[in-house]
């Protein structure tokens, strides 16, 4: 695994750092291409009003799919047709990140059964709601099971994103890209200040 293609998945109301948190790690990754997508294509709205320009992700090649969270995650948390198209998307990847509210959708594939996971803390119950197979961490900045890394809310998906290099491409290049962000960087997955 190269992160050589990095997918953001994008739908209406999406929480705007939890994308672009992570796209801002990616960027600063020599030879790393960045693709934002959703079902349909065209312009996606988040939920602060950013509007961003989408492929369509079915015809999409990548290596790495990111999910973000955001108040748009409740409604698609139950359209089972949208659901079913994420499973597929999700199980073409090598590896899936989800920030905040983006694991709710991954819990509702089924695809998390049996792993570990965690998701904002102050949606955190809602979430975990969803799906009592997956074995939700509540003390976590982020958790990493098998191709899965899921983060906790918003700005952890920084972490996670600069955890994801660490691991892919070395801690060097990470503290590189964090320092070159001006970004303290929480390398610590358990020291989660926002956990109750």
């Not at 997918?7 to 990754?29: H, I, K, R, W």
Request: glycine share 8%; with cysteine.
């Amino acid at each position: 695994m190269t992160l050589a293609i990095v997918s953001v998945l994008l739908f209406d109301d999406f929480e705007t750092l939890d994308a672009m948190g992570p796209v801002e790690v990616f960027g600063c990754l020599p030879q790393c291409q960045l693709r934002f997508l959703s079902r349909h294509g065209g312009e996606v709205r988040s939920s602060q009003g950013v509007m961003v320009q989408t492929d369509i992700a079915d015809a999409a090649h990548y290596e790495a799919l990111l999910i973000p969270g955001g108040q748009g995650t409740r409604p698609l948390s139950g359209d089972a047709d949208w659901l079913r198209w994420l499973q597929h998307l999700v199980e073409r990847s090598a590896l899936c990140m989800s920030v905040c509210t983006g694991s709710a959708l991954l819990a509702r594939t089924s695809l998390l059964d049996g792993l570990k996971a965690t998701s904002n803390k102050r949606a955190f119950d809602w979430v975990t709601s969803l799906n009592d197979r997956v074995i939700w961490q509540h003390r976590a900045r982020w958790v990493q099971d098998g191709k899965f890394y899921t983060s906790s809310g918003i700005s952890a998906g920084i972490d996670m994103a600069l955890q994801v290099v660490a691991d892919l491409r070395g801690r060097e290049q990470a503290l590189d890209i964090a320092g070159r962000m001006e970004y303290l960087w929480n390398e610590e997955a358990g020291n989660d200040p926002f956990a109750r």
